[in-house]
């Protein structure tokens, strides 16, 4: 502590209660192919329903994909997920032009939210043919209902106009609100009226008059709006927001809604998706409670279907400063309601899927313990392996063989799996298991073939919520998968050797049990502890912890003190795990023996510890002797 210069009292503490963290061993990851939601980001989804929300339904091109994340969440409730799409062809639908590709919030934040593209006012907010069923309409006091005005028609421009003159609208009736506008003059005749302000309330079409500006005879007439199709949708007609009355400004509000023009997202055709009232041309309009109202941000934050883009090509008044601005009304019809097109699916091809994968490379920013791989071909199964888990050590890798290895391969399902297995990295940080499932789609009312490997991990899961990490999470007690028919292809005893001694572990049916997973080996080949699931997520969730705990010595004094303290953390967590029957017996060394001299002028500290791993029993011999009627048990022994 610090050397006192006065006389006084100094109250320091020392906290001596650290302990080893308790540490995730349940968290899935998952990169798949889906009909909607964010592209290129982590995901965290916790149940089926909440897949559907974030990545809508399954269809025949998403299903594997989608089946093999609803198995795993069929067990678990956290699955950090990446939608992965093709960069070169995948489009989000937009209002005009050419149609872009917006992956996520990040990439529209970056590219497109500065409303400098050229694709109309909206786009569908995630890439996919789906945003194709989108279509938006809004609304101002111009074209919200048949009490404002549409338009104003020039019947005579009259004459010798040498400056603009004053366009007066007649009063609207009690309660609403007068018309404004201003002449265009041209050639010393009025050639145009602009509505600046098309009013509200008026029963029928205003009288204009024109007046000053030094000419005669200029006369128009106004013609009302027919009501706006979504007027039934809002209470009250949009006019000006009190934050932009208060700045002397005027006509900013309008309203927005979202349709499903062909009926794709909500089932039947026409459905209003979404309604944004009130919303404001002015870019710092807030709203009562201080918030933006500017539509812009509003529909970022709040729509679950569409992004701004652009303003309506003829309002330059629109996203300006709500002080002393009024805003117009130049939209066309084409500009206020419009159907999105252009939307694009297209299947990620193998560098998507790789590159959705890094999301995951980074232990210290994102934590996972089981990775999926659903279809996925046998090139990118290898790099998951390759590159997530034996990179991260941390999290084991679920593969499959492929369909084509045991759908309609009647005899040849061995060979074929093994020669899948071939072409993976062997690791004790992989699994592979040996079938495939026929398992129910609802939302499409027919049966598909599913990878089991979400099954699996998805078994861990449920081993660590009913017992501990270090359990297998197959056999009778704690390996029946849900949610399948039928398997591709039941293996008999002989087909079961010959998978497990490749390091594929067999999942079978089997009657009165169901369909269960029957071996837990690691894709390893080299013959150690390490080739068995429980053992390899023993030392994983060992190693997490104590790591978490350890880095908690960083910058502190390599002296007897630090090393005693660091055992005597180590030691009753250790004990506990081994209460909790994932080991045998442990040992930690970090004293003088191992942190010589040498390894303390280094700037380092160095802890050995020693651990015996349970055994999960894979084979089980029983012997029955049959004895004469005379013979004692005793004599015999045992």
């Not at 968290?27 to 889906?34: D, E, K, P, Q, R």
């Not at 007649?170 to 609100?177: D, E, K, L, M, T």
């Not at 009025?190 to 079409?205: D, E, H, K, L, R």
């Not at 944004?276 to 807030?286: L, P, W, Y």
Request: glycine share 8%; hydrophobic share 40%.
């Amino acid at each position: 502590m610090a050397f006192q210069l006065s006389p006084g009292v100094v109250v320091t503490e020392t906290d001596l209660t650290s302990v080893v963290p308790a540490v995730a061993s349940t968290t899935g990851a998952f990169v798949g192919n889906f009909q909607w939601g964010p592209a290129g980001e982590i995901v965290t989804i916790s149940s089926e329903n909440n897949l559907v929300e974030r990545f809508f339904k399954p269809n025949d091109t998403t299903a594997v994909d989608f089946f093999t994340a609803a198995s795993f969440l069929a067990y678990g409730n956290n699955l950090k997920t990446v939608r992965a799409v093709d960069d070169d062809t995948a489009r989000n639908a937009v209002a005009s032009g050419t149609a872009v590709l917006i992956k996520n919030s990040d990439d529209y934040s970056q590219n497109h939210r500065d409303g400098s593209g050229s694709n109309g006012m909206w786009a569908a907010k995630y890439p996919g043919a789906l945003g194709n069923s989108l279509k938006v309409s809004f609304a101002d006091s111009s074209n919200f209902d048949s009490n404002s005005i549409a338009t104003t028609t020039i019947t005579a421009g009259g004459s010798s106009y040498s400056s603009t003159p004053t366009v007066t609208f007649s009063a609207a009736p009690a309660g609403g609100v007068t018309a404004t506008g201003t002449a265009t003059v041209a050639s010393n005749a009025v050639t145009a009226i602009t509505i600046t302000n098309p009013g509200n309330g008026y029963t029928s079409a205003p009288t204009i008059t024109i007046s000053g500006g030094g000419g005669t005879g200029a006369t128009a007439t106004a013609t009302l709006a027919t009501d706006w199709a979504y007027k039934n949708k809002f209470d009250i007609a949009p006019l000006t927001s009190t934050r932009v009355a208060i700045q002397g400004g005027s006509n900013d509000e309008f309203h927005i809604v979202v349709i499903d023009e062909d009926g794709l997202f909500s089932g039947t055709i026409g459905t209003v998706l979404e309604t944004f009232a009130g919303v404001s041309k002015a870019s710092d309009a807030k709203g009562l409670e201080g918030g933006s109202i500017f539509y812009r941000d509003v529909v970022e934050t709040q729509s679950k279907f569409i992004y701004f883009t652009d303003h309506p090509a003829s309002e330059t008044t629109w996203g300006t400063s709500g002080a002393g601005t009024t805003y117009t009304s130049n939209f066309t019809a084409a500009e206020s309601t419009v159907s999105l097109t252009g939307g694009v699916s297209d299947s990620p091809d193998s560098g998507d899927i790789q590159t959705a994968y890094n999301l995951f490379q980074d232990a210290e920013s994102v934590d996972i313990s089981l990775v999926l791989t659903g279809g996925h071909g046998t090139t990118d199964q290898k790099y998951v392996i390759d590159n997530i888990s034996k990179t991260r050590k941390d999290c084991l890798t679920f593969c499959s063989p492929q369909l084509t290895d045991v759908v309609n391969n009647a005899g040849s399902e061995v060979t074929a799996m093994i020669a899948s297995k071939a072409l993976l990295t062997p690791t004790s940080y992989a699994v592979m298991d040996g079938n495939w499932k026929y398992m129910y789609d609802r939302y499409n009312d027919v049966y598909r073939w599913v990878p089991c490997n979400g099954d699996i991990a998805g078994l861990c899961v449920e081993t660590d919520n009913t017992t501990d990490p270090w359990f297998s999470p197959a056999g009778y007690n704690r390996g029946q998968l849900k949610n399948a028919v039928k398997l591709a292809f039941n293996p008999v005893k002989a087909n079961r050797d010959d998978m497990y001694s490749a390091g594929i572990n067999p999942v079978i049916s089997s009657v009165g049990n169901g369909i269960v997973l029957f071996g837990d080996k690691t894709m390893t080949t080299v013959p150690s502890a390490f080739n068995r699931i429980n053992v390899r997520r023993l030392f994983i969730v060992l190693e997490k912890a104590i790591a978490i705990a350890a880095k908690y010595q960083l910058f502190e004094f390599n002296d007897a003190f630090t090393r005693a303290q660091f055992s005597s953390l180590l030691t009753p967590f250790l004990r506990d795990v081994q209460g909790r029957r994932g080991i045998f017996d442990f040992k930690v060394i970090c004293n003088t023996s191992n942190n010589t001299a040498e390894v303390i002028d280094r700037n380092e500290f160095v802890a050995d510890i020693f651990i015996k791993p349970a055994k999960a029993i894979n084979f089980i011999q029983l012997n029955f002797i049959a004895t004469r009627t005379g013979v004692s048990f005793e004599e015999i022994g045992g």
